[in-house]
């Protein structure tokens, strides 16, 4: 695209100033000259100014009353063309003890995070990102891919705040290139370091979720009380959430972190439903396989075991039949075929009468069968292969093939059927 005679001019005068700097070294200046013209030429207006965004974070251990402590300070500026800067700011915040060796490229991100909204902020449609810190370079550049799940997270919203800008271009510099605001990091630093060792000062105190990055005050943080990791009650829902859908009870997701979280201490987050679908998650899983029963009435399928069940039913009910009393709906149902009790019947008179082939088990049986579904041999549930192999992984933990039923034995199936079926596994696309 051809730049008329105005065009050319602003162009000039933004490399003439980034020119008469003698602060910045002769390769930079060449950088930032390069990143005008391609930003000038790139657009049909020449009005859009090209803005310098600086950052800065830092992190540092000081010692307070003796005790060790870890800071972050976070520096930020916006100037214009002829580096004259429009906004600055500095923040700070304690460091918690977790995630060591990572923790400079996440407060380098964070700084960078806000100096990009500061700009969306300021609507600024055009920004050079100066960098002085070789990873954080490499991220943004796409030479380096992250590994660490922290990482990756702040990354992602980047790359969200990167396509609000029309023109993003990131130059590795010095560090002397961007002194001011590691100056003022470093000040942030040091006025956070006084807070603290200022024991009359009411300091209000920060820390960030383990999962979104965000700031909270403790009594905005929910503990794990086993391993100490705090999250925000609003990533903690969701992740209780998320594992209550997949039939999982939920662990601390800390990575590598195994430890439970208590049903109680979830009331403060959850909501009423979730919180008693994962009260009874917690009792399912507390069950053994072969103790775990549900009723069969549709309208109340409490989960039981076996042995409260025996419990709750009168010994004069039951004696030496294989009637048993819900704990919840009270009714009545036979322990040995799991149906409705079926008085003055045995279980298989039952199954061959037409009482058993009007009810609703019946109808389900039938409906099995029409489907093609499966039925676990060990927890009786049925399953239905929506797509993939015909390998199944019960939520009881038993394996089997879902054609024949057979069992799957350390991995290996005991049956000789096919792995798949091509139409579970390929679907056809729509044109």
């Not at 103790?291 to 549709?298: A, V």
């Not at 409906?367 to 929506?386: G, H, P, Q, S």
Request: proline share 3%.
């Amino acid at each position: 695209m051809e730049v008329n005679n105005s065009d050319q001019l602003f162009s000039d005068e933004l490399i003439a100033a980034v020119g008469a700097n003698s602060g910045i070294d002769f390769a930079f200046q060449l950088q930032m000259q390069e990143a005008i013209r391609a930003s000038l030429t790139s657009s049909s207006s020449s009005n859009d100014v090209v803005f310098r965004v600086y950052f800065k974070g830092l992190v540092s251990t000081e010692t307070v009353s003796k005790i060790k402590m870890s800071f972050a300070g976070i520096g930020v500026a916006i100037c214009d063309a002829n580096d004259c800067c429009l906004h600055q700011s500095r923040k700070s915040f304690l460091l918690d003890s977790g995630g060591r060796g990572t923790e400079t490229d996440l407060v380098e991100l964070e700084a960078l995070i806000q100096a990009l909204n500061l700009a969306v902020d300021l609507e600024l449609n055009r920004v050079i990102i100066l960098c002085d810190c070789n990873s954080i370079y490499q991220y943004l550049t796409g030479e380096r891919l992250p590994t660490n799940n922290k990482i990756v997270t702040l990354v992602d919203k980047l790359n969200l705040i990167r396509g609000k800008f029309v023109y993003y271009h990131p130059i590795h510099v010095n560090q002397n290139d961007i002194k001011f605001v590691y100056k003022l990091a470093r000040n942030a630093i040091n006025s956070e370091v006084k807070k603290w060792a200022n024991s009359d000062s009411d300091v209000a105190i920060t820390e960030p979720c383990k999962i979104c990055f965000e700031y909270f005050c403790p009594d905005k943080l929910f503990s794990v009380k086993k391993c100490l990791h705090r999250y925000c009650f609003s990533c903690m829902r969701k992740h209780v959430e998320a594992k209550l859908l997949q039939g999982k009870l939920p662990q601390c997701p800390y990575e590598k972190c195994e430890s439970n979280i208590r049903v109680e201490s979830c009331k403060t987050f959850l909501k009423p439903e979730s919180y008693v679908l994962l009260r009874s998650r917690v009792k399912e899983a507390s069950i053994p396989l072969a103790d775990k029963l549900y009723c069969p009435f549709s309208d109340c399928s409490a989960l039981m075991s076996i042995t409260e069940v025996k419990e709750h039913t009168p010994s004069s009910s039951s004696s030496s039949s294989g009637m048993r009393q819900c704990v919840e709906c009270q009714r009545h149902f036979c322990v040995n075929c799991k149906v409705p009790w079926h008085n003055n019947f045995t279980c298989i008179d039952y199954m061959k009468s037409s009482l058993f082939k009007s009810s609703n088990e019946a109808k389900l049986k039938s409906l099995a069968t029409t489907k093609e579904w499966r039925e676990c041999i060990r927890c009786k549930n049925l399953v239905e292969l929506a797509k993939g192999c015909y390998h199944i992984y019960c939520r009881c933990g038993h394996e089997f093939c879902y054609k024949c039923g057979a069992a799957w034995i350390n991995k290996t199936p005991t049956c000789k059927c096919r792995l798949w079926d091509e139409h579970n596994i390929i679907y056809a696309q729509r044109r």
